[in-house]
């Protein structure tokens, strides 16, 4: 992924995150933050370029979750999948957190 889209990617995410009202749930609010319905389908909403998100977490590890979304190598560039291994490690887990509640 290009430098800049990493910061562009990352700027949302850190202005999203730090204007969510206290209280609510940021694990729910990063998946729409990141844009992985642009890609993916999730409960019947999203694009189709990637596999569906809807019960991922029922049927991938936390761990197999966290390997996809670290990857930086050729098939993820070849699938269009970006890896998340700029994010904070706590916002990993919120993005995992997430996955997991599909």
Same mark, same amino acid.
């Given at each position: 992924?290009?430098?800049?889209?990493?910061?562009?990617?990352?700027?949302?995410?850190?202005?999203?995150?730090?204007?969510?009202?206290?209280?609510?749930?940021?694990?729910? $609010?990063?998946?729409?933050?990141?844009?992985?319905?642009?890609? !993916?389908? %999730?409960?019947?909403?999203?694009? #189709?370029?990637?596999?569906?998100?809807?019960?991922?977490?029922?049927?991938?590890?936390?761990?197999?979750?966290?390997?996809?979304?670290?990857?930086?190598? $050729?098939?993820?560039?070849?699938?269009?999948?970006?890896?998340? !291994?700029? %994010?904070?490690?706590?916002?990993? #887990?919120?993005?995992?957190?997430?996955?997991?509640?599909?």
């Amino acid at each position: 992924m290009p430098p800049i889209r990493q910061v562009t990617l990352y700027l949302a995410l850190f202005l999203c995150l730090s204007s969510t009202a206290e209280g609510s749930s940021k694990s729910a $609010e990063i998946i729409p933050m990141l844009g992985c319905r642009a890609c !993916h389908q %999730l409960n019947g909403k999203g694009g #189709q370029l990637g596999p569906n998100l809807s019960g991922i977490g029922q049927r991938m590890t936390r761990r197999d979750l966290r390997q996809k979304l670290m990857a930086q190598n $050729e098939a993820n560039v070849e699938r269009h999948m970006p890896s998340y !291994h700029y %994010l904070f490690e706590s916002e990993r #887990q919120q993005l995992l957190d997430s996955l997991e509640q599909q």
